[in-house]
């Protein structure tokens, strides 16, 4: 129950930015688009670090999951670059975010389906995969 009820308040912060974006004030305009974008790699690279953690607590994990569980902090760092040089952002750089969140259910099956996960780890991971993902690929699309 707590997870559950932790993670879907971990949408509130995409879901705020989206709301500020929704107003179309100039002033913060900037700002909810970069947190937006913050928000959305920070908890991408967490995702990394918790398949890097449940690799860790296996008594016989996977090597491919070793290798899954750097990904996302490569994606999310390299979602930087366009801003970091000046290129157009943050919408493609925000396209990628939202794809990268649904997409990493493919690992969380196959965790699910290994007996690593948690009994409970799908039923979790999908509404919040699709919830931040999807507002993030929205955000994208429409920045």
Known sequence: MVPRLLGIAGLLPQLAAGYVLLENNPD???????????????????LGGLWWGLAAAAARP????WYAAIVPSLIALGSG????????WPGPSMVVLGVALMAALGVDWRLQQTGIAPVW???????LSLGLGGI??????LS
Not at 31 to 46: D, G, N, R
Not at 121 to 127: A, C, Q
Request: glycine content about 4%; cysteine-free.
């Open 62 to 65: 996977p090597a491919w999951l």
């Open 81 to 88: 670059w366009p801003w970091a040089t000046g290129q157009p």
């Open 121 to 127: 780890w799908l039923s979790l991971r999908i509404p």
């Open 136 to 141: 993030t690929l929205a955000i994208g699309i």
């Open 28 to 46: 913060w305009h900037f700002t909810a688009l970069a947190m937006a974008y913050a928000y959305a790699a920070l908890i991408l690279s967490f």
